[in-house]
């Protein structure tokens, strides 16, 4: 195989593969020998009919598209490998010659790392921020703490009250007529928690065990299901069950058993010494991205088109896989917001395109002031993944090769890129209307997951609708296969 590179405009390069016509022929063999079963020819047992016979009935062409999608991947991998140029966009395969007895030729349409023109990166103005944590905050982490620590009481003595946790059954109607999907039996509802459609919740408040209760309620005019979307509906409501949380006393008791501590007094003041350490870890992340942002509005990039393209795919990939770790398909998401791929993936453009600059800029900045990864940063990274992935570090280092250590090395040294440009800015005092609230990691936490917009989205029995998330974490650029091969190749990780 051999491999020439023609640099184009705008970071984009063509790789014009050749891979020898002896490689090719057995390429071409191993399609015969995996397509032959499925071939019928009069005068042969299906399975049986010689090659060249086939070839006569069809044309000698017959297997060169799968000979051909045998080839690329492994010939492009070993181009991506031997090119020396920094790829970061799937290829765009175009076959150029694809004939018997001669070399198989292919091109590689793909975007290289852009240069970038570094503005003022040393002393870049940030706002200053607070690494004080209020006695609020103590309160809120305990009274977290102890809704932990609650145990749940069922109540049989009065109605529904806003906050209860309730069991109910419920059927909705519209013009009195049952619509599909509005019905539901058992099914748990906190009052307040915004579940339902507004309006639905509060009407449940008074309601008693046992005993029906009419919802009226008008579904809102983007709601998700189309046929429901600003039209009136009654719910027929039965409340089975109500119960609620009894919190334990703020006392010694609770300390002791919730820590190592004896007291409420030395509990309390343990909370607010993590709370500390976690702002300031919250600080300083707040003055990287604040940093960053700034030299990156300082600098001159021109991001290649498939670049970018690849970057916002491989963010959405990567959403798409975090809500299905939390138990909602893409697909279900995307109905429920009423959303397409393709829109998303385009609403996530900017933040793509931020991402990569913000990267490149890094990069420079490494590059620039000579930071680079020790070789005891770089184990203590490996080591970091070997216990997050429960495997031995030998395993690891087994896994990895020349790219991903230089992957691993490049990121570690963006790290120290990240500090430097933070450590060198210079703050300024903000403004008391432009003032920013910096919370504890661990408030942050919580609060992310009650307000998850991936948490499942019912269906319109539970009359809800899910709220849009746009965040979608960093990407790589991944190299790729091919199924058909005139057409872009699909992508498959590094």
């Known amino acids: 195989m051999s491999c020439t590179v023609e640099k184009l405009d705008k970071s984009m390069a063509k790789l014009t593969i050749e891979v020898s016509a002896e490689d090719f022929e057995k390429a071409v063999e191993s399609a015969y020998q995996k397509q032959k079963n499925k071939i019928t020819l009069p005068g042969f047992r299906k399975g049986k009919a010689p090659r060249k016979m086939i070839e006569m009935q069809y044309g000698k062409e017959i297997f060169f ?36 007895g001669k070399p198989f030729i292919f091109t590689a349409t793909v975007a290289l790392k ?28 305990i009274d977290k703490e102890r809704e932990k620590s609650a145990r749940t009481v069922a109540v049989t003595d009065r109605a529904v009250q806003a906050g209860d946790m309730t069991t109910l059954d ?10 599909e999907g509005g019905k539901g039996e058992n099914y748990p509802l906190t009052i307040g928690s915004g579940a339902f459609i507004p309006g639905f919740e509060d009407q449940l408040v008074g309601a008693e065990i046992g005993k029906e209760t009419e919802v009226k309620v008008t579904f809102p005019e983007d709601y998700q299901a189309k046929d429901l979307a600003g039209k009136d509906a009654v719910f027929k409501c039965t409340i089975k069950e109500i119960k609620v949380k009894e919190l334990p006393a703020l006392d010694d008791e609770f300390a002791s058993e919730v820590s190592e501590f004896e007291t409420m007094d030395e509990y309390r003041k343990d909370v607010r010494a993590k709370l500390e350490e976690q702002r300031k870890e919250a600080v300083n992340d707040a003055y990287q991205d604040a940093a960053l942002e700034a030299v990156v509005e300082g600098c001159e990039v021109e991001i290649p088109a498939p670049m970018l393209e690849t970057e916002q795919r491989q963010m959405f990939d990567q959403f798409a896989q975090r809500i299905a770790m939390q138990g909602m398909p893409v697909d279900q998401y995307l109905q429920y ?8 993936i385009e609403q996530i453009k900017p933040q793509a395109e931020q991402k990569i600059k913000s990267r490149l800029a890094l990069e420079a900045i490494a590059a620039a002031e000579k930071l680079v990864a020790s070789d005891a940063e770089y184990e203590e990274e490996l080591a970091k993944m070997a216990e997050a992935y429960r495997m031995e570090v030998a395993k690891v280092k087994e896994l990895f090769g020349d790219r991903e250590e230089k992957s691993i090395r490049a990121d ?9 440009i933070a450590d060198k800015a210079k703050k ?31 269906t319109t029995k539970k009359a809800t609708t899910a709220k849009k998330t746009t965040k979608a974490e960093e990407g790589t650029a991944k190299k790729t296969t091919t199924k058909k091969t005139t057409k ?6 590094d």
Do not use: H, W
């Not at 970061?88 to 076959?95: G, L």
């Open 114 to 141: 852009p240069e970038i023109k570094l503005g003022k990166y040393e002393g870049v103005s940030i706002e200053e921020l607070s690494t004080d944590v209020a006695e609020s905050e103590v309160d809120l982490a």
């Open 337 to 344: 917001t009423g959303q397409t791929k393709e829109a998303m």
């Open 412 to 420: 570690i040294a963006c790290r120290k890129a990240a500090e430097f």
């Open 428 to 458: 300024t005092k903000a403004k008391k209307a432009a003032t920013k609230k910096t919370t504890t990691k661990a408030v942050e936490a919580d609060e992310a997951e009650e307000k998850k917009t991936t948490k499942k989205a019912t």
């Open 170 to 179: 419920f059927e909705g109607f519209v013009n009195g007529v049952a619509f």
């Open 65 to 100: 598209e799968d000979a051909a999608n045998e080839v690329i991947p492994t010939a492009y991998e070993k181009a991506y490998e031997e090119c020396g140029e920094e790829i970061t966009s799937a290829p765009e395969i175009d076959v150029v010659q694809i004939e018997a």
């Open 488 to 493: 872009k190749a699909e992508k498959t990780e």
